[in-house]
């Protein structure tokens, strides 16, 4: 079951923590997220909770004796896996302790102030450790923009309204927002049929719009989830941005699938937005047009139907290298809502586990690109340019078919409703290294 | 560099372990493969080297100072990864203390003896951590075979001559020989196009007999490894079975590659065989028929094509319930030699690496099914059945097309060379459990 609307939700509540109260920034205190976060002098990882911008040091809120027994434990853990492994009832109840430990009245404000730190001056850290990957192909309009450019008379796969269509990706690519991206070398198209390939930078280096599912509880080698079950099995979303190499992919993937053309670098946001906290901003699940089937049964729940969607809206940012040597600030290329995605999380975690793929506490889950049905939707430049035949001219004048060395991509995302306080994701933030062994002035197709 | 034969491969040195001098197990003294293992009874993993039929406790050996001091501490650990990704020169230095232990005659053998336990009386364990698994598709007869049943005009891919292509793996679904398999459940493909598709226990379950690559030293993300120092993270090898779905693999596996049609199960065998003990059973890389273009630069190392394959004769046996009911042997119905792979182990570490993607210590490469160019070399039932219209009739007298319930499959490894002691690699073992809730009378397509 999806969490409904509770006390931890209204929208009159304050925190004793000023800058969670101006609405300028995504930690309002009912969003309350978590990651894993060291000092920027190094030192062990702690798993944080963004108020504001402070980072609340969980492990001292659990030394001082303030957190419910339950869950004591895993707040001083150095990860976040056995925290969001809990049972829900479990963490329903740290999320109520915490906002009554942060809450405008606290009594706790003094023995707390010293565990805060400005979130400017920590290090994040992947938030979990990833032990698996997979990246599910759930955006519609994306499937059928993506699949327009190779099969324009037949742009949707076949199996696409009946199968979640995944892939398994690459766990170690995973990586903290602000860790930079090195464009990959690797085997380009032949220039004719039959010819020989080339090896080189890749030349047509992409950004992918994708929420990532993070999975709290596991399921035993065997034992599918029904899809009733499966919220329980979800700890949190974050913002992914699955980088992609067009060039790479196009040659390398038949019949196997994506391998290289993604394996070069995975980013994620560094907060794990609860259930909890998005409980007020679920929707029903995409409505399907006239004409496309059900979900076969066993992909099929009432209450997920009802309310297993996100209504987060995406937005992607640019700055170049020119950009940044100005002084300019980021500005918006893409937006989207991640109420485009044709499958739930939750249909996606039933699907994985249907074969018996024990999933595990701190996997990750990519939604797959999430564009919407407009142009401004299309949520990677393939889609944008066309697959580089309309380059896209940027407000300073630059033009980009794909991305150029220098080049900082940031992803966001907010969830906003009349009654409800507005939360965020953060940040999910990446700049393109040159290739390795290039003097730094990039690669263009 | 691929190590040369030497003094450890002496083949009229004897062991003071006696089964380890008869021939009839696969790991005389010149093997020394590496794996983890705990009492029967439960406790703590340790590392094993394996000697006739029986287990060296590595910890033990450390803990009487008996081994080198760069690998004393590695040796101790509860898990393999350490001691693997340690440097060549440290691994084959301790690989020449072991061979001098174990000799007939070392002074050590009243100390060591309380160190070995009947290998019949461990439990073995998944030998390294498996962070992240990929399986490739270097098997070429088995990649036109299979084409050749969904593309008859085109049965190979026009990149396979110059991609080592493979994809991402489930690494949960890595799990050691003996460990069940239970059929999985499903999207099966519509009986006719346009048609909806089914759900239920998978009727084409099959087997692909492959080697799995366990690698050792690492390399940082965004630096790829040049293929002459590839074989420098190789730390060796095993037998791999990868499980494969086929009616779920249909269905599901365009445009993005297989996913749950092979994420229910991969079973290793549990040693680890180095490549110094394989060092006398290298040979040179796949002739590359005429016309063949020669692997892209990148790709290219004369010692690697002078000596990177592996002579390592290969077999599948098959024992059903029916024969286990009748107390018969398990027997042979496929039979190969994984010198048949078109790409070697250090081409798909190079590959692989070459987008920079950071392959970790006790990461696992699967080759992809090993089929040699005879029909008794079809190395999946896929292809010895042809796709399931040409059952195999059994010794007694039974018929499969597929695998049914109760089936047991054995992997078996053994390379042999004239002036050498044959060495193996253990089992790779898996008996199909029926699909969750399901009687047990199996499946059927």
Chains 1, 2 share one sequence.
């Not at 599912?213 to 949190?236: F, M, S, Y």
């Not at 937005?273 to 901003?281: D, G, N, R, S």
């Not at 595990?360 to 564009?371: A, E, H, N, R």
Request: charged content about 20%.
């Amino acid at each position: 079951m999806t969490a409904k609307p509770d006390s931890t939700h209204d929208a009159a509540r304050r925190s004793w923590v000023a800058s969670a109260n101006t609405g300028a920034t995504d930690f309002p205190i009912q969003n309350l997220p978590y990651g894993l976060f060291s000092e920027s002098t190094g030192g062990e990882r702690s798993i944080g909770v963004a108020i504001g911008d402070q980072v609340l040091n969980l492990r001292g809120v659990a030394e001082a004796g303030l957190l419910p027994e339950g869950c004591a434990a895993a707040a001083r853990a150095t990860l976040l896996d056995p925290l969001l492994a809990l049972p829900g009832t479990e963490l329903a109840a740290l999320r109520e302790r915490l906002v009554a430990l942060l809450d405008a009245g606290a009594e706790e404000r003094e023995r707390l102030s010293p565990l805060l730190r400005a979130q400017n001056g920590v290090t994040m850290h992947r938030p979990t450790s990833v032990g698996n990957y997979s990246d599910f192909y759930a955006g519609i309009h994306h499937a059928r923009a993506a699949g327009a450019l190779l099969t324009p008379e037949n742009p949707l796969p076949a199996n696409y309204k009946w199968v979640p269509i995944g892939y398994h990706g690459r766990a170690s690519s995973v990586q903290v927002s602000g860790a930079p991206v090195r464009r990959p070398l690797g085997q380009l198209p032949p220039a004719e049929v039959g010819g020989a390939p080339g090896y080189g930078p890749s030349g047509r280096l992409d950004l992918e719009l994708e929420m990532g599912v993070v999975l709290g509880r596991g399921n035993a080698r065997g034992e599918p989830v029904p899809v009733g079950q499966a919220a329980e099995h979800i700890a949190g979303f974050c913002l992914l941005n699955d980088w992609s190499s067009r060039d790479v992919q196009r040659w390398e993937m038949f019949p196997l699938g994506p391998f290289l053309s993604k394996s070069f670098a995975t980013t994620v946001s560094p907060w794990v937005v609860t259930p909890e906290a998005l409980a007020p901003f679920r929707v029903a699940a995409m409505a399907r047009p006239e004409g496309d089937p059900a979900p076969l049964p066993y992909l099929l729940d009432a209450a997920d139907q009802a309310a297993g969607g996100l209504d987060v809206r995406l937005s992607v940012l640019i700055r170049t290298a020119r950009m940044r040597a100005a002084g300019e600030e980021p500005v918006v290329i893409i937006t989207s809502n991640a109420r485009h995605l044709y499958w739930t999380p939750a249909q996606m975690v039933t699907h994985h586990a249907s074969n018996g793929c024990d999933l595990q506490p701190g996997d990750l889950l990519g939604t797959g690109t999430i564009s919407g049905p407009t142009e401004a939707e299309l949520s990677s430049l393939l889609e944008l340019t066309v697959g580089g035949t309309r380059p896209a001219t940027l407000p300073n004048g630059e033009v980009r078919r794909f991305l150029e060395d220098g080049d900082e991509i940031i992803l966001r995302g907010r969830c906003e409703r009349p009654g409800f306080a507005a939360i965020g994701f953060g940040e999910c933030r990446g700049t393109i290294l040159p290739a390795p062994g290039t003097a730094g002035e990039g690669a263009r197709a």
